[in-house]
């Protein structure tokens, strides 16, 4: 599987270069965790329950619509213990943040298996180093297909650790 924090330049650069070749749309949250609220993160399902509850109320609203069809496709991460806090935790945010007449479906897939994920990877990589170094070259590659890019915790400033 592809993985961008893993791979050498080279292949980073040439998959930078087929997805130039592509059209597809890439929304991004950023949540700096040290700024996250101590109750926000307890664990890390709790953290990344609430990670993806203001990633996708932002883009149900703005994109999902009566008449649409639903597949969110989450990678498979951790035990088997943490797999299904996981799995519980994005039901709970797509259930909460869908009209109930859209039909929906939550999977979990390995990385390796889904090459939309490791696109999604290759994308989030991009933006969070434009954001975290001076480096926005991958970032710029992507172009306008990265649609969207918010800093959940942009106004704070108070570190909790």
């Given amino acids: ?80 213990k943490m797999k299904a806090q996981f799995k519980a935790a994005v039901n709970s945010v797509v259930t909460q943040c869908t009209d109930y007449r859209v039909p929906r479906q939550v999977t979990f897939w390995p990385v390796e298996s889904q090459p939309c994920l490791q696109v999604a990877d290759y994308a989030v990589w991009a933006v969070t180093r434009a954001w975290e170094k001076p480096d926005g070259r991958a970032r710029d590659q992507l172009g306008k297909r990265v649609r969207s890019e918010y800093d959940y915790f942009r106004f704070g400033t108070k570190r909790y650790y």
């Fill in 1 to 80: 599987a592809l993985h961008a924090t893993e791979d050498p330049q080279a292949v980073r650069d040439a998959v930078f270069g087929v997805l130039g070749g592509h059209d597809f749309h890439v929304d991004v949250t950023l949540l700096e965790k040290a700024k996250s609220l101590p109750r926000l993160r307890t664990d890390d399902p709790t953290f990344y329950q609430y990670a993806w509850w203001f990633h996708f109320k932002f883009l149900a609203e703005r994109y999902i619509r009566e008449g649409d069809e639903l597949m969110v496709i989450a990678a498979s991460l951790g035990s088997k």
